[in-house]
């Protein structure tokens, strides 16, 4: 679609006088935003309505791409990236005389979902629609998304996230393709006219599906996919007759607010609703589509591939199930076939605490025709099972144990793949965390290493170093990402060199502008940033960092040397589930140190630390580019994948890692040499569990240095956290520090000591970052997705990669 300047022009023109019948100088900001989402959206909107079109037309196969979390950010830069006029628009405003930064500041980040998980969803549905993969997102319209998070004297405090309090322009509701789901009640089984089993329903409380619909644009192709958000409204059939107050509440509670806990299950009815309600609709969506196609029920699996993201829409199983056999007339036999072939499953974490065990009785009450379901799928897998396996086997894969259902073990029975997130991640789920499932079905486990949109993470956030390598290596990169190979050819290039120093500078001065001006902290951006961004959790082990700040630190103050130390700014940026105290203690600490640290003038300005508050994909954008250090230092096996890993890297900066998650990979594509590598490997890992021989006490009394900066915490040198110091304190020496923070202390502060030579060398840095850049490109999601796309969905994909 070929859209000039001028015809952007006086389309906005057009816009603004049919919305709003005044001049653009009379119009508020929010007033010339609106329009120009509404111009954009005008320009996606042929494109949506063909993409659908062509594959009912020709009755591709679809894939729909169920998860809980989305983190799309904002969309107004992407779309017009997408279609291939952001230049065009941004000087075609500015002649309007409208400054788009302006506008692009108003547009909400929809915060709908709480991290890694949700933020891939989002990479990969932009993948998606760019590779021609015929995609469909099925999620929650969440009223109210993750908390904002603000610092209050150093403690995180969430406030609502309202952010559909101006229009979103991006979405279309469509009335007209609401569903109903049903909760509670009763459900019997009743022989029907023509002798089918059918059950019957009774004081069931139905909810209305509404679906609201966004546009996902693909880079430079005509291809526009759909995500498809479920909000909760009143049924029709209730609104005459009375209805009470708290009824109207219950209904709304279902798409209220996103749970902000992103690796801990905590049972809540209300998450189990949520979780079966935006299943229910959106696979009954896909059956109402899918009939129009008059294809036998039998076929459904060559036309549809379910994905189910984690196990919180693992209900698509049993759903799928009830709507084939309960509707369909299908046996149990062909109905499981065809579920098991149209079923995917991703495993995103091995931490036990996130697993979600439901109890039974929640299960058969909420829902209870699933129940049943559930306890036959469990019923056959152990008769199946234990002939084979023997009882101890089959008792340890079942679904149902002790009045509890194990929704991974449901998943994996259900799905025909089983896919971890990173090499290092899908081989602890073969050899241990799911080690049985593995033995009983070793063709279903395959990886899929994670990846990153490069369009959003490199085209759109770090102009400056795009338009530098496609100086240097033209612009193919940009459609196939692994182009920046192409980049080493050039690193004894010195003026490149000088180049990339350069416009990493001034993204850093960008970034200490934003810094300055939102917390009134002045930052050198020509020291070192050092960079952890990511949710706070005790397993990414925030708290090491921390701890190496405070023996630098102190080793600076005490050596009045005056030694001569490269100036380092460490960057925070994290949020802690409200419910896991420990990990707001740590928050309060950073601030607390913080505080002595940046505002302590003897040490003449060589270390500051910045917790930017509220952290999310906007702020990603603004960090990312400016980030000399990627500090990815999560406990060996505890981090599934990570992908600001691969983002940091993406965009030039070293990374300071474990071999854990992908960072195995990072290092096999750039080498030991281009990275900063520490801490213990997997097998040391283990042997410390197998002989539980690890005794954080005593590295404490052998090492005075890590000694000093663990004592700061309960002695007085950090001031206002006696509490919190203790808490941690505690945690360490008491509690045995679970996550071997001192166990990797001096390997990590030994990895640390290194940056301030390799950084005084720029010529070197600067050829390590080049080759991070250069290697990087093989992390694009683009790739991901191809590879889901041949592997397990067994759907098109564009071929030009
Ligand atoms: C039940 C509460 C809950 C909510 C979210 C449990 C678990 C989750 C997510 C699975 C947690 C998550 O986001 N995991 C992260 O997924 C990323 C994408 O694959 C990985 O890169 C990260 O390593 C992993 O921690």
Known sequence: MKIS????????????????????????????????????????????????????????????????EFLPGKLLKSNLLNLGILDKVREGLAELGVDFAKLEAIEADPGLGNGGLGRLAACFM??????????????????????????????????????????????????????????????????????????VYSHTEDILAVPYDTAMTGYENDTVNNLRLWSAEIPPSEEMDYFSEERRKSIHSISEMLYPDDSNYDGRLLRLKQEYFFVSAGVQSIIRYYRKLGVPMEHLAEKISIHINDTHPTMCIPELMRILLDEEGLSWDAAWTITMKTCSYTNHTIMAEALEKWPEQMV???VPRIYQIICEINRRHLDSMSPLYGVNFTQRTAIIQDGIIHMAHLAIIGSHSVNGVAKLHTDILKEKALHDFYLAYPARFNNKTNGITHRRWLLLSNEGLSDLISDYIGTEWKKKPNELYLLKAFKEDSVLLEK???????????????????????????????VQIKRLHAYKRQLLNVLHIL???????????????????????????????????????????????????????????????????????????????????????????????????LNGAITLATLDGANVEIRDKVGDENMLL????????????????????????????????????????????????????????????????????????????????????????????????????????????????????????????
Request: glycine residues 4%; hydrophobic residues 35%.
């Open 5 to 68: 300047k001028e015809h952007f022009k006086k389309e906005y023109r057009r816009s603004l006088t049919s919305l709003y019948a005044s001049e653009i100088h009379d119009l508020t900001p929010l007033e010339q935003y609106i329009t120009l989402g509404s111009v954009v959206k005008d320009y996606t909107a042929q494109n949506w309505m063909q993409t659908k079109k062509e594959y009912q037309q020709d009755q591709a196969k679809q894939v729909y791409y169920f998860s809980i």
């Open 500 to 530: 990339l120093e350069q416009v990493k500078f001034e993204n850093k001065q960008r970034l200490a502008a934003y810094v300055e001006e939102t917390m009134g902290i002045e930052i050198d951006p020509n020291a070192v940033f050092d």
């Open 551 to 649: 023996s630098m630190y102190l080793k600076l103050k005490e050596s009045q040397s005056g030694e001569e130390i490269v100036p380092r700014v460490f960057i925070f940026g994290a949020k802690a589930a409200p419910s896991y105290s420990y990990a707001k203690e740590i928050i309060k600490l950073i601030n607390a140190a913080a505080d002595m640290i940046n505002n302590d003038t003897t040490i003449d300005n060589k270390i500051k630390i910045v917790f930017v508050e509220n952290y999310g994909v906007t702020l990603a954008e603004k960090i990312i580019p400016a980030a000399d250090i990627s500090e990815q230092i999560s406990l060996v096996t505890k981090e599934a994948s990570g992908t600001s890993n691969m983002k940091l890297m």
């Open 678 to 801: 520490f801490g213990m490997q997997d097998a040391e890992l283990y042997h410390f569990y197998d002989s539980n021989s690890y005794h954080s006490h005593e590295i404490y009394d052998h090492n005075p240095r890590l000694k000093r900066c663990i004592d700061a915490l309960v002695d007085g040198t950090i001031p206002n956290i006696e509490a919190e110091g203790r808490e941690i304190f505690d945690s360490l020496l008491k509690y045995n520090d679970e996550y071997f923070v001192l166990k990797d202390y001096d390997s990590y502060v030994q990895a640390q000591s290194r940056i301030d030579g390799l950084y005084r060398d720029r010529k070197k840095w600067n050829q390590m970052s080049l080759l991070n850049i250069a290697n990087a490109g093989d992390f694009s999601s683009d790739y991901t997705i191809m590879n889901y796309a041949d592997e397990i969905w067994n759907v098109h994909h564009n071929k030009n990669l």
């Open 364 to 366: 058969s009450n909420l």
């Open 126 to 199: 932009d993948s998606m629609a760019t590779c021609d993969v015929p995609g469909n997102g099925n999620g929650i319209r969440y009223r109210y998304g993750l908390f904002k998070q603000k610092f209050v004297n150093g403690y995180q405090v969430e406030l609502p996230d309202d952010w559909l309090r101006h229009e979103n322009v991006w979405e279309t509701r469509r009335e007209n393709k609401a569903e109903i789901v049903r909760f509670f009640g009763d459900v019997h089984l009743e022989e029907d006219a023509n002798g089918q089993i059918k059950p």
